[in-house]
């Protein structure tokens, strides 16, 4: 009988321990994280928009890869549902889209049923600071008195808000890296000094689509007449071009090597030699096919401010393709003698 009292006791601090942890512990949910980002906000927004898109830095995509998700409706759109299942790191739940103003905010509202029960609504916010732009995510909800008194004994602060970190730390990376290659391939066009060069090369009149064919047949033998002849080479090589015959289909060209000033000709090559003068100089990064955008935008610059041309025109393969495989980045540096 004493035991039965004693445990009953026991029990009783147990409830009222509950209670008492239930009445003190907090109701208000309101977790926030941000990050800046050298961007403008119309840049970002759609990744804040659209669900697809959110997936691209969200965290808990990487907590569980193979979790089942699928969106009702038109995402991006109020009353678009995201629904998603996993294992016990990401649960089930769902999140609908209840507000969006264009180029500064997403809200929705979010159910999880698994692992535990629980509705809050969440906020991703842009904001433009100078030339960069603040976004947050924002958490808020509240607590039934059952769900407050587990969430006493947890960190929810540190713990969801640690996965925001992560998620707002990719999403800079993502955004700050796409903006800077969208950067790289414009096609700008300056007015430079060209600093005058000396090139050994091999010219042949030859159809425009046998380009690269041609440098593959050509370029071995002059960096080996390089190498016999103890000639300095002096910069990556590159492509003269004297004409570009749309009508007939061909090219006057010379796949060229730059080498020191004063160096001298090899069997079957010759010296080429271009002085110094006023250029325009377009970098465009991308495969060789894609350089024609360098030579439309020259064309067209040429035009605008009734300049004349000299012939050659010059391209400098910057990149080493065996040392960078992303065709992306291959950097061609195109001059146009004036």
Known sequence: MKALKVLLGIIGLLILAFLLIGLIA???IHIERSILIDAPQKKIFPYLRYFDSIREWSPWVELDPN???SVQGTDGQVGSVYVWEGNEQVGKGSQEITAVEENESVTTHMTITEPWQSESDITLKAEKEGAATKVSWIMTGKNAFVESVFMFFIDLDADVGGNFEKGLDKL????????????RLETRVEEVEFPGKTFLGIRKKIAMGAVQQFYAEQMPSLFEACQQKEIQIAGMPGGLFYSWDEAQG??????AIPVAEGSKAAAGAELIQLPAGRALLINHYGAPETTIKAHEAADAYLKAHQL????????EYVTDPAQEPDTSLWLTKVYYLL
């Open 26 to 28: 907090p109701k208000d």
């Open 250 to 255: 061909q090219t006057d060209m010379v796949a």
């Open 308 to 315: 004349e041309q000299k012939w050659p025109v010059i391209e």
């Open 67 to 69: 979790m089942t998700v």
């Open 172 to 183: 800079k990376k993502l955004v700050e890296k796409e903006l800077a290659t969208e950067k």
